[in-house]
């Protein structure tokens, strides 16, 4: 599969390296706004084809699937593009900023019969894997997911979504997949504690489900050590709870008063998580079973977004 690679920011480095590792893919081309950095995608990926036009991605017959991995305000229009010109697309969540256009962009999608992967890597996170193991269907899940202040980069502007958008999609995307079942209303509480302006940069959600799960959603840019994980989460029912720290990369569970097992997967979840995603991904294009995580998924995590942002304004519980 020929690929164009659209951002060759931090992210578009771990893809492009991802994909050189990745026996179903070729990279073509390397586009960024940038000019230096699109030109040391080219080298780095080895070829010779960069620009700073991301249409260059799209009308040219040498790329059959494309790689946004730009700030957030963009993925809409560049999302909308690459289905318009017939090419496939593995994005960066989120899918946009508002629940609208991503309905937009869910309805292009399954009309072009194009696949749209959503590259929520912590679902292939090892303890995501393994809490999944342990407790399939959770009455309870809690997740934490805490940032340094974004007060010097994009992902904390409100044009970008801010935090919710940043790890938060992420975040809401979990809950999802652990729970197994429909959203059906949002409560969420937060405010502005690292900037006087803007969007919340903390906010706790409540998620109640259609099978009865309830998943408790935190995300914050109140900083972290270098020893304490960003990502945290718990999962249980009525047996036993599966905890997992370290980044996702370890996990315990405790059953019947006692823990019964545990698991740690070295190196980081990330890399490793890219790489399961881009081969479900490859895999989808190819006809044979799904991506990781599509644009069904993407646009769920964007609805309740919406939801949580509306429920800080009115104070009300939301139904979806």
Not at 34 to 54: V, Y
Not at 185 to 190: D, K, L, M, P, T
Not at 266 to 273: H, I, N, P, V, Y
Not at 275 to 286: D, I, K
């Amino acid at each position: 599969m020929r690929v164009a690679i659209i951002g060759y920011g931090a992210i578009g480095r771990l893809v492009g390296k991802a994909l050189q590792n990745n026996s179903p893919f070729t990279v073509t081309r390397v586009v960024d706004r940038n000019a230096e950095a699109a030109e040391a995608g080219a080298r780095d990926m080895n070829i010779s084809a960069w620009s700073q036009d991301p249409a260059d991605a799209f009308r040219f017959s040498d790329v059959d699937a494309v790689v946004i991995a730009t700030p957030h305000a963009d993925h809409a229009e560049l999302t909308t593009s690459a289905l318009y010109h017939r090419k496939h697309v593995f994005l960066q969540p989120p899918v946009a900023l508002r629940s609208p256009e991503a309905a937009r962009i869910l309805a292009m999608a399954r009309h072009s019969g194009l696949v749209v992967a959503m590259d929520y890597w912590a679902r292939a996170a090892p303890a995501i894997r393994f809490a999944r193991g342990k407790i399939p269907r959770p009455t309870f899940i809690q997740i934490e997911s805490i940032v340094d202040p974004l007060k010097k980069t994009w992902a904390g502007e409100a044009a970008h979504g801010g935090v919710l958008a940043y790890t938060g999609n992420h975040a809401l995307d979990l809950a999802c997949y652990l729970a197994a079942s429909k959203p059906i209303h949002v409560q969420a509480s937060g405010g502005r504690h690292t900037r006087r302006s803007g969007l919340a940069d903390t906010i706790s959600g409540a998620i109640r489900f259609a099978n009865g799960s309830l998943a408790r959603v935190i995300v914050g840019e109140f900083g972290h050590s270098q020893t304490f994980s960003s990502w945290r989460l718990l999962t249980a029912d009525a047996i036993g709870t599966v905890t997992a720290t370290d980044n996702l990369r370890k996990a315990s569970s405790f059953e019947n008063g006692r823990y019964t097992s545990t698991t740690k997967c070295e190196g980081l979840a990330r890399d490793d998580s890219f790489t399961r995603s881009l081969t479900a991904f490859a895999n989808a294009v190819a006809g044979n079973g799904r991506p990781l995580a599509d644009i069904t998924d993407g646009a769920r995590a964007v609805q309740l977004a919406d939801a949580m942002y509306e429920a800080l304004v009115s104070g009300n519980r939301i139904k979806l």
